[in-house]
């Protein structure tokens, strides 16, 4: 039966059902497609054709057999409101996934386990006890307080999925997956079009989410903001570089701290006050400066951009490279798991530097 599948690329693709019937030419009514969804009655071959290709999807990936069930998603600021745009972002999510999985299945590898620490979550009973889970954190993963150059490989490496979505008002959110015989997955999606400084923080922020128990009573956005400014740039190491006491900092160092951490003008500034290493008037004079630089608004365009590819999601792509590469899977199939055309995965195999 379809039904589960069905109902999963229909939201990832952000349709509702009348949307669908009208994609494909209405050959079925909207009415026929719910049914299909809900296991109540199967397509005929051409419907399902049609189906799959408006969904952009293979007719075997509706057909498949695995179900997964999303759970415990946590949206980082906005709350979604809408039902429709909170099918379209879980949907989004577990199709992603779903091929992320299919390739590790294919390539015979199993998901890396989540090396969460024996005692998280930790418990905060004040946003200042966000310290503690990073430097826990850190301490578990061996990271001592040194910078961390990709954050996106570093999570992956310990067990977090991370992907990458066409996300609206949403930065990133954090969900775990669970799956039929099988342990639950961690999952971060991540906006991929807006800045990496902007992603490097939603990535530690929403790890905070995953270690941390808040709390009723503690700011939960808060706190994660403190676990995030903490793990990517622990006290000690900022203390070194800057002291412990500022009366203002320039902008050429607050672009070596940025080299170093890999963390916006306006997250060093956030963590300096967290620290006490300025005053809350130094604070408000920068911001001043930031936003009369129009570094606050979009496309946030402060020196020394980190490149776009530097915490792009990369493990999926490489072990579709990989399964392409000894035969495992198909140009197409491969082109599906990336949602890309044919003639884009040819050129991204033999002309990366072209395709971008």
Not at 95 to 117: C, F, T
Not at 164 to 180: E, F, H, Q, Y
């Amino acid at each position: 039966m379809i039904g589960q599948r069905l109902k999963i690329a229909r939201a990832a693709s952000g349709l509702s059902l009348r949307d669908l019937q009208a994609e494909i030419d209405n050959r079925v009514t909207a009415q026929a497609i719910g049914k299909y969804e809900r296991d109540e009655d199967m397509p005929s071959s051409g419907v399902l054709g049609a189906l799959a290709s408006a969904l952009h999807v293979s007719e075997d990936y509706l057909l498949g057999a695995d179900e997964m069930a999303l759970d415990g998603v946590e949206f980082r600021k906005k709350e979604i409101t809408s039902k429709r745009e909170e099918a379209y972002v879980e949907g989004q999510a577990l199709h992603l996934l779903e091929r992320y999985l299919s390739l590790e299945g294919a390539l015979a590898l199993p998901s890396v386990e989540w090396d969460r620490p024996r005692e998280a979550p930790y418990p905060v009973t004040a946003v200042a006890d966000a310290e503690n889970a990073a430097r826990a954190m850190r301490m578990h993963w061996g990271l001592g307080i040194d910078p961390i150059l990709n954050l996106s490989e570093l999570l992956e490496e310990h067990g977090i999925k991370i992907l990458s979505a066409d996300l609206s008002d949403i930065d990133g959110l954090t969900a775990r997956v669970n799956r039929k015989g099988g342990d639950p997955i961690p999952v971060i999606v991540l906006k991929g079009n807006t800045w990496s400084e902007r992603k490097r923080f939603t990535l530690a922020h929403e790890l905070g989410h995953m270690v941390m128990d808040v709390r009723p009573g503690v700011d939960a956005e808060k706190a994660a903001n403190r676990f995030a400014g903490a793990f990517l740039m622990p006290a000690e190491a900022l203390w070194r570089e800057i002291g412990k006491h500022r009366t203002t900092i320039s902008l050429g160092e607050f672009l070596r701290l940025k080299e170093l951490f890999g963390t916006s003008f306006q997250a060093i500034t956030y963590r300096c006050l967290d620290l006490g290493i300025i005053a809350g008037s130094v604070f408000r004079k920068l911001f001043q400066l930031f936003n009369e630089r129009g570094w606050r608004k979009p496309p946030f365009e402060e020196p020394g951009a980190i490149p776009d590819h530097v915490e792009r999601p990369r493990r999926m792509e490489r072990l579709c490279f990989r399964a392409l590469a000894e035969g495992i899977i198909s140009e197409s199939k491969a082109a599906e798991i990336l949602g890309i055309s044919v003639r884009s995965l040819t050129r991204l195999m033999d002309q990366p530097s072209l395709a971008g």
